[in-house]
């Protein structure tokens, strides 16, 4: 029986992924750095413009710390599409290295090429970081300020449907069967980081979201665990429900506001995710962070926008979501002050400025001249 060997090698390679993950590292404790070492990425297409931006609004924000020693800024060079094409790598060594150095990142947006583009095959930037840097949470806010809804989900980003997801079997041509795989470490982890969050941003209310009631090894034991790590943070209301009725939860006006950090593994947080993103106003307009346990990585959602070089309308490039990018980094390191004045400030620039993206309207300088601006008045 030819599929019972190949359940055998699944096995055999899940036990040594296992066996990885739990000789990974632990848990970044901020507060206990002297220094914090934010690398920044420009990336590719309008990313210089953005982050050059980004930077120039962190410098405000941050005088003083970076004045202090206790926070820096550095650039990292060499995440560049001619860069990487000239040295054939994905992410080239050098830089890899570079960016192991920091704690966190703030990226621009890379390029990756297409089949279209005449180019060398080089594979996306962000999943060769995600393999190496280890970022199995993806992590989405969403914020609707005047509907009093302030969620953030922690989606588990390398088990559950997907890690198998491409090795199924046909056992027959009347029986298919794919595999859902949870583990401890990779629970554990997810779990932690969830309610790192909440403690560090005031303890804040953490859901667990699951269809334990059926899928009772699997999301039972990611739902055991969750509740396990809730004991380390007996000072955070946690409860669980089950992916059906939050999903009706998102849409439920008289509930949804009592909602702060979820926790969801990887195929109820894919299409949750998107649900929550619709509601704050279509998937371009929520942020993202790849976080590990060492490091995190933190993006605008949109890409390198090729085509705004080209027309020459580049400066005009919107800053906003690379802002918000820059505001979770923030709220990540425990720095939620600096991270609510950040939000003001874009919040209060997006509804000033007019970004229409070309000549017609302001520039990425213009607006984050009113970032500033605002800062400097708080
Ligand atoms: P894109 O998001 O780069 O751009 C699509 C269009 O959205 C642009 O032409 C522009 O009109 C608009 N746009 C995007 N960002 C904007 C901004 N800040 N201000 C104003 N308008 C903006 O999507 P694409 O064209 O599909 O992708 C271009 C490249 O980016 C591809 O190589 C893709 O692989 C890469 N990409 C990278 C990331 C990442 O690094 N995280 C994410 C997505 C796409």
């Known amino acids: 029986m030819e599929y019972m060997k ?24 901020f507060e206990k750095l002297d220094k914090i070492v934010v ?30 020693g206790k926070i820096e800024l550095r650039t990292i060079e060499g995440l560049t599409l001619e860069n990487r094409i000239a040295k054939n790598e994905t992410v080239p060594a050098d830089v890899l290295a570079a960016i192991k150095s920091c704690h966190v990142l703030l990226k621009g947006p890379t390029t990756t090429p297409s089949k279209a583009d005449n ?33 953030i989900f922690y989606r588990e980003n390398t088990e559950g449907e997907y890690v198998l997801g491409s090795r199924g079997v046909d056992i027959n041509e009347d029986i298919s069967v794919d595999f859902k795989v949870t583990t401890t470490a990779g629970t554990k982890r997810i779990a932690r980081a969830a309610f790192e969050y909440a403690k560090a941003n005031g303890n804040k209310n953490v859901s667990i979201v699951t ?42 006006e008289q509930i949804r506001s009592n909602f702060n950090v979820f926790i969801l593994p990887n195929l109820y947080g894919d299409i949750i995710t998107d649900e929550a993103a619709q509601i704050q106003g279509g998937v371009g307009t929520a942020g993202s962070a790849n976080v590990g346990g ?28 690379i802002l918000k990018a820059a505001e979770m980094l923030l709220r990540h390191i425990g720095f939620v002050a600096k991270a609510d004045s950040l939000s003001a400030a874009v919040d209060f620039s997006q509804s000033s400025k007019n970004m229409t993206g070309d000549a017609s309207g302001d520039t990425a300088t213009d607006f984050a001249d009113c970032v500033i601006s605002k800062l400097k008045e708080a």
């Open 119 to 151: 180019l060398p095959n080089i594979e996306s930037a962000n999943v060769t970081l995600r393999r190496e840097l280890d970022l199995f949470a993806n992590v989405r806010p969403v914020s609707i300020p005047e509907k009093n809804l302030d969620w």
């Open 39 to 68: 690398g920044v990425i420009d990336g590719d297409g309008i990313g210089p413009i953005i982050l050059t931006e980004a930077r120039r609004v962190l410098n405000e924000l941050l005088k003083a710390e970076i004045e202090a």
């Open 294 to 321: 060492k490091y995190a990585m933190f993006e605008a959602i949109h890409g390198s926008a090729p085509r705004m070089v080209t027309d020459g309308i580049a400066p005009y490039a919107n800053p906003s979501s």
């Open 211 to 252: 269809k334990a009631n059926i899928m009772k090894k699997t999301d039972g034991k990611f739902l055991d665990l969750c509740y396990q790590v809730a004991k380390e943070y007996p000072d955070i209301k946690t409860d669980d429900w089950y992916v059906d009725i939050m999903a009706a939860n998102l849409v439920n």
């Open 6 to 29: 190949s359940f055998e090698k699944i096995i055999a390679e899940q036990l040594v992924r296992v066996e990885k993950m739990k000789t990974a590292d632990e848990f970044v404790d």
